[in-house]
């Protein structure tokens, strides 16, 4: 009894650094076996789910009454206007357009669309990528730590310490052969795949705080967005060259400065206030 209120405390106290030690260990658990062929390496991609697994067993030692269903219940949090699902469907195809043009001016090919499959092969991969990448993450990252980092914190600085944990939960990923990060920390050695990576990370993670806040709390959305930019990403090859990836970091951090500047630091958004949420002292 003494040691889960302990434990009670600990999460209500440190929340976002319980989700990432969690969320860590449970993604090396399928992880380091497959790495080491010892199970398929498809197992692998389970490691995806570890931050929502995390926030939900977080949510339930937390102890608050309806804890884990004011968790879940946030990917029901779906009529937010029309504006705001197009922007996270159709955005990230503009930011991986804008990348293929412009990546070319810093050494990359010329841009050559008859390799890109049809169009009706991105639906697939938005929906794995959205499960997966999406709401396989973000009831931990968004849904469990943000909320409760904004009740102390302004918006920037919650999106700010998230990206960081966020980016720290990926570096396992730089040693993964067959993953992007591997590849990326072989051809440009591991520390500049690392801050150039960084970058693009806590640089998105301050734009899902906008959107979070924005739309009542939202997970689907930001799962949406997620997967969404991962799969658009993916459907164009525009990070395949090391200039698109360049690009492409750089246009993460253009884009969350703009909603910083626009929508202000401490909110991140004009209409609403941030999304808190209050925990009872244990």
């Known amino acids: 009894m003494k040691r889960g209120k ?3 405390r600990l999460v209500k106290k440190f929340p976002a650094l319980c989700l990432f030690v969690l969320a860590v260990l449970l993604g090396l658990a399928p992880s380091l076996p497959a790495a080491a062929g010892l199970i398929p390496p498809a197992f692998m991609q389970l490691g995806a789910l570890s931050a929502s697994l995390a926030g939900i067993i977080l949510a339930a030692i937390e102890g608050r009454k309806d804890g884990v269903k004011e968790l879940l219940r946030r990917a029901l949090i779906w009529r937010v206007g029309l504006g705001w699902w197009v922007f996270v469907l159709l955005f990230p195809a503009l930011l991986a357009v804008v990348t293929l043009y412009s990546a070319p001016l810093f050494g990359a ?3 050559d669309w008859s390799g ?3 169009i009706y092969t991105l639906l697939p991969m938005l929906l794995m990528l959205i499960l997966f990448a999406g709401l396989g993450e973000e009831f931990g990252w968004r849904g ?3 909320p409760r980092l904004q009740k102390r914190y302004s ?3 919650s999106g700010l310490v998230v990206g960081v944990l966020w980016l720290l939960w ?3 990923m730089f040693f993964i052969e067959g993953v992007g990060q591997y590849r990326m920390a072989q051809e440009w050695g591991f520390l500049p795949a690392f801050l150039g990576y960084g970058v693009s990370v806590i ?3 301050v734009t899902f705080v906008w ?3 924005n739309t009542r709390g939202s997970v689907l959305i930001v799962a949406v967005y997620h997967g969404s930019m991962n799969a658009w990403t993916a459907y164009t090859g525009a990070m395949e060259h090391p200039s698109g990836l360049l690009t492409g970091f750089a246009l993460s951090a253009i884009v969350s400065i703009v909603v910083v500047l626009l929508f202000g630091a401490q909110n991140l958004s004009r209409k609403h206030e941030r999304d808190v949420l209050e925990l009872e002292e244990a």
């Open 6 to 8: 302990k434990m009670s």
């Open 109 to 111: 090919p010329s841009v």
């Open 116 to 118: 890109v499959p049809p």
């Open 144 to 146: 469990f730590a943000l």
């Open 155 to 157: 918006a920037l600085v």
């Open 170 to 172: 990926h570096t396992p």
């Open 203 to 205: 640089s998105s993670a």
């Open 211 to 213: 959107l979070f806040n």
